[in-house]
């Protein structure tokens, strides 16, 4: 099985975005993001076909956004992933977007999962980007790198990452205007950097780990993110009583990938405070109380961000 996934290729499909006539002058920047793009990515799994899957998948999500890999790549299903002249692996078609896609490396970690690395040549479809504007958020290392300034446990770190993650994601995926582009952590930082620097034209910005550059940019700072724990013995009750508190402020910044300027800030806080007879008790007390507010915070500070790019796009 390892052999064959080593060697695995997908046939370039029919039709797409070779062959196809060299559009007018006046017709290439609308055409700009439709270009085929080559993607870099990789996936984990249990077995090495959920690993390949979740490679594909997440190749596709980098220049089409996240439902059109839902679309077409769907979830890993455990199934063999062989390949035949129409594109179709494990029984899932690509649709034409997946042109080609080779097996870069794969290998087995310690904890018994796969990992495989895919470049795949991804052909977006025409009309995806024509009435919709392609946006990258915070993805839940990027929360979790923040969170991580300040003195949260590990534990509060990882949940509260990723159900910022999850809530805006949701978020985006509700506003049709919008294609959500998943960035894998090197393109992101990247995508980013070169975001804030300004200077490079949309061209130039679009080369970006080989995809296509968003037209707009939600960037993550945390400025506090603290926690603490206290107890208080009862002595006539022979009992101790802990008590948590939790307090996290955040600012999202929007910018516009075309200029580099952040064009909108939304700022937000989440606290939590909880006591309990059982310290794990309180925990996971303060932990609730905090995630929940900071995922209605969060989702309403997108939203205000993803309004503002509507009227920033609105025609003159």
Not at 40 to 67: I, P, R
Not at 150 to 173: D, I, K
Not at 196 to 202: C, I, L, N, P
Request: proline share 3%; with cysteine.
């Amino acid at each position: 099985m390892k052999l064959l996934l080593a060697s695995l290729l997908l046939g370039s499909l029919l039709g797409g975005c070779d062959g196809a006539a060299e559009p007018a002058p006046a017709e290439q920047a609308s055409l700009t993001k439709q270009a085929m793009e080559t993607s870099t990515a990789t996936g984990y799994g249990k077995t090495h076909e959920d690993a390949y899957q979740e490679a594909v998948s997440q190749a596709v999500s980098q220049v089409c956004g996240v439902d059109v890999a839902k679309a077409i790549v769907g979830v890993p299903g455990g199934k063999n992933p062989t390949t035949d002249n129409k594109g179709v692996v494990g029984g899932i078609s690509f649709d034409g977007v997946v042109k080609s896609c080779r097996v870069v490396s794969e290998e087995r970690a310690k904890d018994g999962l796969f990992s495989v690395t895919v470049e795949a040549k991804i052909c977006p479809p025409a009309d995806l980007f024509a009435n919709r504007m392609a946006l990258t958020i915070p993805s839940a290392g990027a929360w979790n790198s923040a969170l991580s300034c300040g003195s949260l446990s590990p534990a509060m770190v990882q949940s509260l990452g990723s159900a910022c993650e999850g809530v805006m994601q949701n978020t985006v995926g509700q506003d049709r205007m919008f294609v959500l582009l998943d960035r894998s952590s090197a393109a992101d930082e990247i995508e980013r950097s070169v975001a804030a620097q300004g200077y490079a034209r949309r061209e130039e910005k679009a080369k970006t780990k080989g995809v296509k550059a968003a037209d707009f940019v939600v960037d993550l700072s945390v400025s506090k993110a603290e926690e603490s724990a206290s107890s208080r013995h009862f002595a006539t009750a022979g009992r101790t009583k802990f008590v948590r508190t939790a307090d996290i402020a955040y600012t999202l910044k929007l910018i516009d990938v075309t200029t580099g300027g952040i064009v909108a800030s939304q700022s937000g806080e989440a606290h939590g405070n909880a006591t309990a007879w059982y310290e794990e008790e309180c925990a996971a007390k303060v932990l609730s109380q905090t995630e929940a507010q900071l995922k209605a915070a969060v989702e309403q500070s997108l939203q205000t961000l993803l309004q503002e790019c509507k009227n920033i796009s609105k025609p003159q």
